[in-house]
Structures are given as C-alpha cells and as structure tokens.
C-alpha cells in the first residue's frame, strides 16, 4: 500500500477533502442540469416553430456550442467577461453559465428530436380543439416526450460531472486540484502519492458516473 | 485589440494548430480501430473477449479525459510504465474515442437487418464474406452521421491536452497571456484557431452525411 | 438534401462572423471602460466587506500548500494570515496557478497576489507590486546521477521542465530559445513529471529547487543561480493605491519587528536549515526600496 501510495489517502482529512472536492464538481453539475433542462424545453420548442430569423439565431447557437470546446468557453467567461464588461463573476457561476449554456443546446436539440416523433395532426386537432399555441405545448405535446426525455437528462447529468473536472483550470477546487494538493503536501513522506490519489480520483468518477448512466440506459429500454 | 500583437502571436498559434491536429488525429485514427475491432467483437459476441469490450466501454465513457490523462500520464510511470506526452495524448484520446466508436458502429451494425445476412448466407456467402460484402459497407454509411459527430467530440476534447504538457491551442492561449498579459488577443486567435480547425470537420461532415445517405436502405 | 447542406455552411459562416463581431465589439467597450471602471478594491471598501482576497499557491509546498488537514500553510499564507490580521478582516484564499496570477488581478478576482511572485519589469507594467519580502534568482535541480550543471550542456532532444508563467519560463524562452520547454501549468504537476524523468532537469525560482533538493532524496541543484538576483514581493491591481501603501507601511512595520524571520522560522526551516536566512528573507525597511 505504502508502495502504491494508497496509504496517503487516510492520512489527516485527505479522504473527505476529496469527497468535498467531488462535490463542488456534481453541485455545479446538477445546478447546471437542472438549469439546461427547464431553459432546454424551451429551446427545444422554439427550434420547432418555423420563424426563419428565429431559426438563425437558434442555429448558429448550436455551432457555435457544437465546435467551441467547453474549456475555451470556459476561458472566455471567466476571464474574457471581466475585461470585456467588467464582470467579475466568480469560478463557480462561470462554470455554471457555460454548462448551462452548453447544456441547453443539447437539451434543446433532444427536446427538439423528442418533439419531432409526436404525429403533427395533434397539433392540429389540438389546435381545432381551441387549445393555444403554449397550452397545445404544456398539455398536449411535452408530457408525451417526458418518457423519451428523461433518460437522455440523465445521461446529460453524468455528461455534466465528466465535463466539470474542467473547472481546475479556472481556479475551481475540485477533486482534481485537491488530488494534486495531497499530492504536494506528501511528496517527501509518500513518493508515489500520485498512483494512488489519482486512481483513487479516476475511481471516484467512475462510481459516480456509471450508475447514472446505467439507469439512463435502464429507462431508455424500458420506456423505448 | 492590439493588431500587431494578433500577428505577432499568429506562428505561436499554427504550430499549436498543427500539434493539436496531429495527434487529434492519431487519436482519432486510434479509436476508429479500436471502434472496429471492439464493434466486431460484440457483433459476433466473442466469448470473453465481448466482456472485456464491455468493461472498457463502461469505465471509458464514464471517466473524463482529463482523469485518464492524468493517470496515465503522471500515475503510471509510478509504477514503472513511462509514456512520452504526445503517446500520452494519442493513447489517451484513442483509448476515449474508440468507447465511443464501438458504440456508433455497433448501433449501425444492429441497424442492418437480420434478414440481409440470412439471405446472403442462403445465397452462398460465407459468414465472414457476409460481413465484408453485405453488412460492413451498409453499418458504415449508417454510421457516418455518429461519426463525424465523434470526431469533432474528440477534436474539441483536445482542449485538455494542457495539462499535459502538450502546446496545443488552448495551453499555448494560457502560456501566452500568462507571460505577456494579453487577453483580449489571445482569446480571439484562440477562437478563431478553433473555428480553423473545426469549421472543415463540420462542413464534410455535412457533405459526407449527405452523399451516404443515398447509400442506406429502409429510410 | 441539398438546402439543408447549404444551410448548415450559411449558418457555421454566420456563427464565425458573429463571434469575429462580438470580440471586435470587445476591443472598442474594452478602451472605453478600462478608465472609469476599477475592478479593484481600496482598504476601505475591503475593510467594509469584511473579507480579503488573496490570491495564493495551494501545491507549493513550502510557500503555499495546503497541509492534510485541508488548512492553507506557507511562506506566504503566513505573511497572508498577518495582513488580514492587521486589516482586522477574513481572509479569503484563492488558490492561483503561476500563469492566472497577473489576469486575477487584473480582473479584480484578488484583492493581492502572494504568490511568490517575482518582481519584473514586464509584470511591473501590467501589476503594481509593493515591498519586497524576499530575495529570489533562478536555479536548475536535476537528477543527481545526471546532474545538468550548465544549460549548454544540455543534448539536443533534452527538455528542460519549466512552468507555465513563471519568471524561468520567460528567462529561458528570451535567453535560451534552443532549448526545448516542457511546459506544465501547475507546480504539482510540473514535479511530478520530474520525478517520472519526463525532463532533465527542472529550472525554476532557485528557492523552489532547492527546497525541492532538500526535500526529496536524489536530486542536486546543478546551478544554483542563473540570471539576476530578483526580489518577490506582494502585487496588487494596477492603479490600486490605497491597497498599495498600506501593504508598503505594513511591510516596514513588520520588518521592523523582524517578522519575516520569524515567517522564516515558522515555515521554510524545516526545508531550508538556518543557513539560508539571511540570503532568503527581505526585510523591507524603508519605503523607498523598490
């Protein structure tokens, strides 16, 4: 164990300082999440209506989210924002309005293709009903992609968590900056910190991630 | 912005370009093999083997890049294992992508239906001519589409290469405001050396998608 | 088939076109606001906040780390924790890498940098620095059964380990650009590639090299200094001067009660022994001094 550096983890709040760095990582995720979601059904529904100037605008929005890696964007928040404008938003918003960002076109996009399946004569009769636009929408047409939906959100969740270890690179502590931490502060005692720290960190994703996506794939059968 | 800058930045930035490309795609040349092999092996369900696919799909897609990096990269050689950082770079993106690409053409080989390889076999094809001749060619074309969604995955997930010491555009961006402070600049030749890079991808992606999907049957 | 094509190439042009206008847009709202809006903060309106924001390392050990127990510690932090004592406030640690230190305080995401930042002239016209607490030069530490003592030595394919945005970076890409960097953006990350001999040798502040000698068995400091002799000393945002003289009449009186040595004492001994005291501390004890 000493060999591997695993030791180093139990040492002194190592451990927990780890979880507590995970954390910081899924809150920003779920947040996040929970954000593209709600603003993703609207996209997503607009992206449908046939406004040839909407459809622009919705358009280059998805390229630009689509061939921008999330690091750059990342950069351009966090530091581009304050010079720009004088913004000083701090790591966590950052990271946050850049997942939400990137989260709502892919939401958007999901919601989109959801909402395609459904047969266009109910809208239409809908419609001949005397529902309006926005209540054929919230009545009639979105609870019937809910099932296709939901386990494609939750796939976004683990998409989320795999993204955030991003946030180090903008002065975020998460686990990968406490793992290089532990690293530092044992590197005389424990020589070979970095095996089991890291691994520890590549486990604690994996078993974080997995099961999420394991049951997306459950509903995603289940509900098909 | 500062014109003469932008200019001055400019070769940091295409060697940066060229570095990125060339291991992204030796990455993403990597994981089509594996892609190919590993979606073979499901398809014909290997014994063994197909659980070991399945294992290096599950812990691939659900790790990041950076944490694979960063494990290959500066944990492995603790145990005696040492990888220069470019190897680090194409194994890693490789090793990322080919989970995903087992995935793609695995969903286009089980979109080919059954019924074509049993005419085949009853036309006199043998399993494996079957599969060169009748089923590859088709799961192909239909894979294009999540294919080139892929690459340009990959491509964008270069972006973490910093990390390891690779000058790629991202790293070279922060090397370069780091020692000189100049952020405007720098972010906007980072933007643009981006869409350089990603803007040809997407369009014959466009291009391609269109042409094979004349060769699908059953749309 | 065909119009969708087309406008899949409109749409990736316009979206080109519009992040080319929106970032020219910054350059004219950028010359424009950076002279009434300050992004920093003077002592009043810290003292008022209750909070101070400083930025430091947390994987340099013994400089800035941060120890098991998830506590900062450091060289620094100690001189960090007295500054917010004396300003009667919290203090906020940010935890900073060697190429943000300059753009946090530029966009006011720290109210001071303490984070063995060298004095230069190049970051003199970007921060303001106040009064120096320590004395700092160059150095090269390699492996001792190969140790590298002069950087014309060194083979054509050797890398030398360098990390991004410190002073050795610049020093060795102006004055050595033969030399192939291996370049990383943090410390911990830097060292640990040089103990898996992914480089020769790693050239930094020789205050971390030596430390790292010292600290870790099997490694030497074949040059102990190369380029001038530098100072380090806290910097804040440019332009901000009511942070900066009381950071300057903060560093005098507490030079004058040795507090530095006593800094020493408290966090590199353990590293450093006592004979590198008096080469490694500052204390500032005249306004003038920089």
Known sequence: ?????????????????????????????????????????????????????????????????????????????????????????????????????????????LVRGAIKTIPKIQFE???????????????????????????????????????????????????????????????????????????????????????????????????? | MDKDVIISYIPHFKEALFLTL?????????????????????????????????????????????????????????????????????????LLGGAYMIETFRSGLEAVTTIQTESA?????????????????????MSIPGLVANIIFLLKETSVFSTISLMDLMFTAKDLIGMYAKTTENLFLLVVFYLIMLIPVSIIGAIVERKVRYAGFGD | MKKSLFKKVTSLLMATALLAVSLTACKTSNSTSKADDKVYRTVDEIKESGVINIGVFSDKSPF??????????????????????????EVNFVSTEAANRIEYLQTGKVDIILANFTVTDERKEEVDFSLPYMNVSLGVVSPSNAVVESLDDLGKNDQVIVISGTT??????????????????????????????????????????????????GYTVGIPSLGDADTIAPAVTKGNESLLNWLNEETVSLAAKNFFHEDYEATLKDTYGEDYEDTLVVESTSLTNN
């Not at chain 1, 603003?39 to 919705?58: H, K, S």
């Not at chain 1, 683990?158 to 406490?178: A, D, F």
């Not at chain 3, 800035?64 to 406030?89: H, M, P, R, S, T």
């Open chain 3, 168 to 217: 050795a970076e610049t020093y060795l890409t102006k004055n050595y650009p033969n030399i192939k960097l291996q370049k990383y953006d943090s410390y911990a990350a830097a060292k640990t590639a040089f103990e898996n001999k992914n480089g020769v040798a790693w050239a930094n502040d020789n205050t971390e090299v030596i430390a790292f000698s010292l600290e870790n068995e």
């Open chain 3, 64 to 89: 800035g780390y941060v120890d098991e127990n998830g506590n900062y510690a450091g060289y620094d932090v100690y001189f960090a924790n007295q500054i917010a004592k004396d300003l009667g406030v």
């Open chain 2, 121 to 141: 076999l009853s036309l006199g094809f043998s399993k494996a001519k079957t599969f060169r001749y009748i089923i590859l060619p088709q799961a192909l074309s």
């Open chain 1, 125 to 224: 009769s809908s419609l001949a009903l005397g529902f309006n636009t926005v209540q054929t929408f919230v009545v009639i047409i979105i609870p019937q992609t809910i099932r296709r939906l939901i386990p494609l959100a939750i796939n976004l969740i683990t998409r989320m968590i795999k993204t955030t270890s991003l946030v180090m690179m903008i002065g975020n502590v998460e686990v990968l900056k406490v793992a290089q931490q532990i690293i530092e502060a044992n590197r005389n005692t424990s020589p070979n910190a970095a095996f089991g720290v890291f691994a520890f960190v590549f486990f604690l994703y994996f078993i974080i991630c997995w099961p999420i996506s394991r049951l997306s794939i459950y509903l995603e059968k289940r509900w098909a």
């Open chain 2, 22 to 94: 060339k291991i992204g795609w030796l990455g993403i040349l990597l994981s089509l093999i594996i892609g190919l092999v590993g979606a073979s092996l499901l398809h014909f369900k290997v014994k063994f083997l197909q659980k070991i696919v399945g294992i290096y799909i599950e812990i691939f897609r659900n790790t990041p890049l950076l944490i694979q990096l960063f494990f290959i990269y500066f944990a492995l050689p603790k145990v005696g294992i040492q990888i220069t950082a470019e190897k680090c770079g194409v194994l890693g993106l490789g």
């Open chain 1, 1 to 109: 164990m000493q060999a591997l550096g695993i030791d180093v983890l139990f040492k002194g709040t190592n451990l927990f300082r780890l979880l507590q760095g995970l954390w910081v990582s899924i809150e920003i995720s779920l947040i996040s999440v929970v954000i593209s979601i709600v603003l993703g059904l609207i996209v997503g529904i607009l992206m449908t209506i046939d406004r040839p100037f909407l459809r622009i605008i919705l358009k280059i929005y998805l390229e630009v989210v689509r061939i921008m890696p999330q690091m750059v964007l990342l950069f351009i928040v966090y530091f581009g924002t304050t010079r720009v404008f004088g913004w000083d938003l701090s790591a966590e918003f950052s990271a946050i309005f850049v997942f939400s960002f990137w989260g709502t076109a892919e939401m958007g996009d």
